[in-house]
């Protein structure tokens, strides 16, 4: 009843356009052709999913696992495309074929280009997510394995172990897909998120749009419950597993080089390449001045939006997490609704959000129209994501405990603050921080929500990019990557002296 | 420090960023509460913020600029006006072309106003019943790379787009949005219906491409990849300032002329400062801002007789502008974008 209420508020936003869709008469019929751009989109998700769990999975384990040189750098690095909004990989990938020819060009126009730019924050997320699920093992199970059968079955459990979370994060990234305009755009595919693009902002037709979102939302419904079902069961098996101790990670001889230099072509395909494309007018000289006028005018904003959505993210998420309890019925449902609520585009909630502040009392603007509500449309987007790791992490919380303080007469605050908020902790970090990464890169829901005169830096490189010049359109991208890149090396050196 | 010392520190810090920006608005005006004025703008950030700066020093009165972008990857700020329309906070709309400005009259959005500086400016690009002024004019060109068209052989309308020399060669942003949508929206009011949709079907079947911005345009054009494409003349000035080996020609001189596209000053209704609203369209209509656009990166062509046009740009009385009613062009648009031009962008994508 309660994790219904808070899925119902996180939709609340979005009822204006989905009642202009239902309402008869307000919309434009939905074409037929809509099924193609569909079915393209669907496609591209499938696409970006089962790849992104094919090279996610093993590379989340081999983080967890082994030591091997350069492995922190590694993992930050790997992140990186998490915080970068895919338009600016395209637009790498594109320029760069353009450079490199015709039959390169012709090789990246279509599903290539899209699934490749998708797969850039696909595999961030699965990796992350496998990281995480492979930290779940004890070490005495990992010796264990190890004594059986050397590393190959170390490697082989450890892989299979958590393969449902990573195959949930594998869907989850590749429904995030579906939301996304840009490289459908830039690399002349059609898909739902440019028809839903066209009828907002070509059409004005927000109905239609509206009617557009909903269909899209059903089809990922219908897909995922079948998914959910048969992944139900495996989940909550897997999350009642209490950890006792900790891996300790080992260097795997020569393999060392091998996950290393797996690593580094990983990094290539992701991010180096594109990023070439990007950086190629750097040769006509930099324009840092300008670039860094632009970083001090909204660095502030991009970091408060950041946080502000993932604290929301995962506030809500615990809160669904704790009324879900340890039924797995529930939980089923739960992230049925997740996996469709994640396939409707953020403008949807975002346009929503503007309307309720229009219609609302001025003396609520302090609020509605400030960037508290940037956070809000950004963390509510974000929310399926940060409900599906607090499900897990509330799963391993062992209902023994629960009936333990019950019996010893614990009071519910007491015990909350000192058992299960420690517990959850590691977890809500993980969220804070993944839901902060991939807020930092959004550009739809701040365009819509951000007050006059505070937007965020990926806006403001957006808002630059179509015109200015090259150089500096590049040199801003540098400075973002930098201080990127930065903050994640804090944020990772943090966590490793936390987790060691 | 302990590493949970550092890690709550970070949290702590993190935590009192959040507090302090999130639901603070901006810092007040110096010298009153309403001493601002929202601006919402379709011009490129790069050109806009300058002036809107340029105004700050000149008035006192502070900008808070919400610029958008014609590239397509994202739901833009026209819907977001349409959203805020009952109440709000938006007081002036400084549209790019004037297809913008015609759906916001025709939703309502906007209000008539007669700002002084419009007496100067030709009444062509302006709205009869004052909705929006029209100022400093782009155009819509043809961009091509020099390596690849000889001298001599150069389109001379966009109709020779569909010449079998440019078979593969030629491209142009997707027609459903910005600037090209306007264009296309225009060749069917000069062309009439059956002309327009047999040059969109001719450039498909010649191997024309879409591409997704005027910008993609502007460079995959000068990397050699397209021969032609269809842009505006401050995308041709960003590449030759960058010296790639562009050249531009502004088409149809010998027949239905060059689209031309002005500037639109948009005064929205109860807009809540809309007094420093005013001000601020009475400014964009100056001559000097007219100078400042065309001596800028945007090189953009002055629609008031007098002002001084630097060599780098073309005088609007050395083309021969299309005459197209541009109060008309929206509701064209309309049909075209929920009829032939969605069809056809559909038919003709991957």
Same mark, same amino acid.
């Given at each position: 009843?309660?994790?219904?209420?808070?899925?119902?508020?996180?939709?609340?936003?979005?009822?204006?356009?989905?009642?202009?869709?239902?309402?008869?008469?307000?919309?434009?019929?939905?074409?037929?052709?809509?099924?193609?751009?569909?079915?393209?989109?669907?496609?591209?998700?499938?696409?970006?999913?089962?790849?992104?769990?094919?090279?996610?999975?093993?590379?989340?384990?081999?983080?967890?696992?082994?030591?091997?040189?350069?492995?922190?750098?590694?993992?930050?690095?790997?992140?990186?495309?998490?915080?970068?909004?895919?338009?600016?990989?395209?637009?790498?990938?594109?320029?760069?074929?353009?450079?490199?020819?015709?039959?390169?060009?012709?090789?990246?126009?279509?599903?290539?280009?899209?699934?490749?730019?998708?797969?850039?924050?696909?595999?961030?997320?699965?990796?992350?997510?496998?990281?995480?699920?492979?930290?779940?093992?004890?070490?005495?199970?990992?010796?264990?394995?190890?004594?059986?059968?050397?590393?190959?079955?170390?490697?082989?459990?450890?892989?299979?172990?958590?393969?449902?979370?990573?195959?949930?994060?594998?869907?989850?990234?590749?429904?995030?897909?579906?939301?996304?305009?840009?490289?459908?755009?830039?690399?002349?595919?059609?898909?739902?998120?440019?028809?839903?693009?066209?009828?907002?902002?070509?059409?004005?037709?927000?109905?239609?749009?509206?009617?557009?979102?909903?269909?899209?939302?059903?089809?990922?419904?219908?897909?995922?419950?079948?998914?959910?079902?048969?992944?139900?069961? &495996?989940?909550?098996?897997?999350?009642?597993?209490?950890?006792?101790?900790?891996?300790?990670?080992?260097?795997?001889?020569?393999?060392?080089?091998?996950?290393?230099?797996?690593?580094?072509?990983?990094?290539?395909?992701?991010?180096?390449?594109?990023?070439? $494309?990007?950086?190629?007018?750097?040769?006509?000289?930099?324009?840092?001045? &300008?670039?860094?006028?632009?970083?001090? &005018?909204?660095?502030?904003?991009?970091?408060?939006?950041?946080?502000?959505?993932?604290?929301?993210?995962? $506030?809500?998420?615990?809160?669904?997490?704790?009324?879900?309890?340890?039924?797995?019925?529930?939980?089923?449902?739960?992230?049925?609704?997740?996996?469709?609520?994640?396939?409707?585009?953020?403008?949807?909630?975002?346009?929503?959000?503007?309307?309720?502040?229009?219609?609302?009392?001025?003396?609520?603007?302090?609020?509605?129209?400030?960037?508290?509500?940037?956070?809000?449309?950004? $963390?509510?987007?974000?929310?399926?994501?940060?409900?599906?790791?607090?499900?897990?992490?509330?799963?391993?919380?062992?209902?023994?405990?629960?009936?333990?303080?019950?019996?010893?007469?614990?009071?519910?605050?007491?015990?909350?603050?000192?058992?299960?908020?420690?517990?959850?902790?590691?977890?809500? $970090?993980?969220?804070?921080?993944?839901?902060?990464?991939?807020?930092?890169?959004?550009?739809?829901?701040?365009?819509?929500?951000?007050?006059?005169?505070?937007?965020?830096?990926?806006?403001?490189?957006?808002?630059?990019?179509?015109?200015?010049?090259?150089?500096?359109?590049?040199?801003?991208?540098?400075?973002?990557?930098?201080?990127?890149?930065?903050?994640?090396?804090?944020?990772?050196?943090?966590?490793?002296?936390?987790?060691? | 420090?302990? %590493?949970?010392?550092?890690?709550?520190?970070?949290?702590?810090?993190?935590?009192?960023?959040?507090?302090?920006?999130?639901?603070?608005?901006?810092?007040?005006?110096?010298?009153?509460?309403?001493?601002?004025?929202?601006?919402?703008?379709?011009?490129?950030?790069?050109?806009?913020?300058?002036?809107?700066?340029?105004?700050?020093?000149?008035?006192?009165?502070?900008?808070?600029?919400?610029?958008?972008?014609?590239?397509?990857?994202?739901? =833009?700020?026209?819907?977001?006006?349409?959203?805020?329309?009952?109440?709000?906070?938006?007081?002036?709309?400084?549209?790019?072309?004037?297809?913008?400005?015609?759906?916001?009259?025709?939703? =309502?959005?906007?209000?008539?106003?007669?700002?002084?500086?419009?007496?100067?400016?030709?009444?062509?690009?302006?709205?009869?019943?004052?909705?929006?002024?029209?100022?400093?004019?782009?155009?819509?060109?043809?961009?091509?790379?020099?390596?690849?068209?000889?001298?001599?052989?150069?389109?001379?309308? *966009?109709?020779?787009? #569909?010449?079998?020399?440019?078979? =593969?060669?030629?491209?142009?942003?997707?027609?459903?949005?910005?600037?090209?949508?306007?264009?296309?929206?225009?060749?069917?009011?000069?062309?009439?219906?059956?002309?327009?949709?047999?040059?969109?079907?001719?450039?498909?079947?010649?191997?024309?491409?879409?591409?997704?911005?005027?910008?993609?345009?502007?460079?995959?054009?000068?990397?050699?990849?397209?021969?032609?494409?269809?842009?505006?003349?401050?995308?041709?000035?960003?590449?030759?300032?960058?010296?790639?080996?562009?050249?531009?020609?502004?088409?149809?001189?010998?027949?239905?002329?060059? *689209?031309?596209?002005?500037?639109?000053?948009?005064?929205?209704?109860?807009?809540?400062?809309?007094?420093?609203?005013?001000?601020?369209?009475?400014? #964009?209509?100056?001559?000097?801002?007219?100078?400042?656009?065309? %001596?800028?990166?945007?090189?953009?062509?002055?629609?008031?007789?007098?002002?001084?046009?630097?060599?780098?740009?073309?005088?609007?009385?050395?083309?021969?502008?299309?005459?197209?009613?541009?109060?008309?062009?929206?509701?064209?648009?309309?049909?075209?974008?929920?009829?032939?031009?969605?069809?056809? *962008?559909?038919?003709?994508?991957?």
């Amino acid at each position: 009843m309660a994790a219904g209420l808070i899925l119902g508020l996180v939709t609340v936003p979005a009822w204006p356009l989905v009642w202009r869709a239902i309402v008869p008469g307000e919309a434009t019929p939905l074409a037929g052709s809509f099924a193609i751009a569909l079915r393209n989109s669907l496609e591209i998700a499938a696409f970006v999913g089962v790849i992104a769990f094919v090279i996610g999975r093993p590379a989340g384990v081999a983080l967890a696992l082994y030591k091997f040189p350069g492995r922190s750098l590694a993992f930050a690095i790997v992140m990186l495309p998490l915080l970068v909004p895919t338009f600016l990989w395209a637009i790498g990938w594109s320029a760069l074929a353009a450079q490199a020819g015709p039959a390169a060009t012709a090789w990246i126009t279509g599903r290539t280009g899209c699934v490749l730019v998708f797969l850039g924050s696909a595999i961030p997320l699965v990796v992350l997510v496998s990281y995480a699920a492979t930290l779940a093992l004890s070490g005495t199970q990992i010796e264990a394995a190890r004594l059986a059968g050397g590393e190959r079955a170390v490697v082989y459990y450890a892989c299979r172990y958590g393969a449902t979370a990573a195959c949930f994060a594998a869907a989850l990234a590749g429904l995030l897909t579906l939301s996304d305009p840009g490289p459908g755009q830039i690399f002349g595919r059609r898909t739902a998120a440019s028809d839903v693009l066209t009828s907002f902002s070509s059409q004005y037709d927000f109905g239609l749009a509206g009617r557009q979102c909903a269909l899209l939302a059903l089809a990922v419904l219908l897909l995922a419950i079948p998914l959910v079902l048969l992944a139900a069961t &495996r989940l909550s098996s897997q999350i009642l597993v209490r950890q006792v101790r900790s891996i300790v990670r080992i260097s795997p001889g020569p393999m060392a080089i091998g996950i290393s230099l797996t690593f580094a072509a990983l990094i290539l395909v992701t991010m180096a390449v594109p990023l070439a $494309g990007l950086l190629l007018p750097l040769q006509n000289g930099l324009d840092m001045t &300008r670039a860094w006028r632009e970083v001090a &005018r909204t660095g502030v904003n991009t970091l408060v939006y950041a946080i502000g959505a993932g604290f929301v993210s995962t $506030g809500l998420s615990l809160l669904t997490a704790i009324s879900v309890g340890h039924s797995d019925r529930l939980r089923t449902a739960v992230l049925g609704s997740c996996l469709a609520l994640f396939a409707l585009p953020p403008s949807m909630t975002a346009l929503g959000m503007v309307y309720a502040a229009t219609s609302g009392p001025s003396w609520l603007d302090w609020l509605t129209r400030s960037r508290a509500v940037v956070c809000l449309g950004l $963390g509510l987007h974000y929310f399926p994501l940060a409900t599906v790791i607090a499900l897990r992490s509330w799963g391993t919380l062992p209902a023994t405990w629960t009936h333990a303080a019950a019996i010893h007469g614990v009071p519910f605050s007491k015990y909350f603050f000192k058992v299960v908020v420690p517990h959850l902790l590691p977890a809500m $970090g993980v969220t804070l921080l993944l839901v902060g990464l991939l807020a930092t890169a959004d550009v739809g829901t701040v365009l819509l929500l951000h007050p006059p005169g505070r937007t965020s830096l990926p806006l403001a490189i957006f808002t630059v990019m179509a015109n200015a010049p090259e150089s500096l359109v590049a040199s801003l991208c540098v400075s973002y990557l930098l201080l990127a890149l930065g903050l994640l090396v804090v944020l990772w050196s943090l966590a490793g002296r936390h987790t060691t | 420090m302990t %590493a949970n010392t550092a890690v709550r520190t970070t949290l702590w810090m993190l935590g009192a960023v959040l507090l302090s920006g999130c639901g603070a608005r901006d810092k007040p005006a110096p010298e009153s509460a309403n001493n601002e004025v929202v601006v919402y703008t379709s011009v490129d950030d790069v050109f806009a913020r300058p002036i809107a700066e340029n105004f700050e020093k000149d008035t006192g009165i502070r900008v808070r600029l919400v610029p958008d972008t014609e590239e397509t990857k994202s739901t =833009g700020l026209l819907n977001r006006l349409i959203a805020e329309k009952e109440r709000p906070q938006c007081d002036v709309f400084w549209s790019g072309d004037p297809i913008r400005a015609a759906i916001l009259k025709a939703k =309502g959005i906007s209000t008539p106003y007669q700002s002084p500086e419009a007496a100067e400016l030709p009444k062509l690009y302006s709205d009869p019943d004052g909705h929006w002024t029209g100022f400093s004019c782009r155009a819509r060109v043809i961009i091509y790379n020099r390596d690849l068209v000889p001298r001599g052989q150069e389109p001379k309308s *966009v109709l020779d787009l #569909l010449d079998p020399r440019f078979k =593969g060669k030629a491209c142009l942003a997707n027609p459903l949005f910005g600037t090209t949508s306007m264009h296309a929206a225009a060749l069917f009011v000069k062309l009439g219906g059956d002309k327009a949709t047999e040059f969109f079907d001719g450039f498909a079947a010649n191997g024309g491409k879409i591409l997704s911005s005027n910008g993609e345009v502007r460079r995959r054009v000068a990397a050699g990849e397209f021969a032609v494409g269809l842009t505006d003349t401050d995308d041709y000035n960003v590449a030759q300032l960058e010296g790639k080996p562009v050249g531009v020609v502004y088409p149809d001189a010998d027949g239905m002329g060059t *689209v031309v596209v002005p500037n639109c000053a948009v005064l929205i209704a109860n807009g809540p400062n809309s007094d420093n609203g005013k001000r601020f369209i009475d400014y #964009l209509l100056t001559p000097a801002v007219e100078e400042a656009l065309a %001596a800028s990166e945007a090189a953009q062509m002055p629609v008031r007789k007098g002002v001084a046009v630097p060599p780098h740009v073309v005088a609007l009385d050395q083309l021969k502008p299309m005459q197209v009613d541009y109060s008309a062009l929206g509701g064209r648009l309309d049909e075209l974008t929920k009829g032939f031009l969605k069809e056809w *962008v559909d038919r003709n994508s991957r």
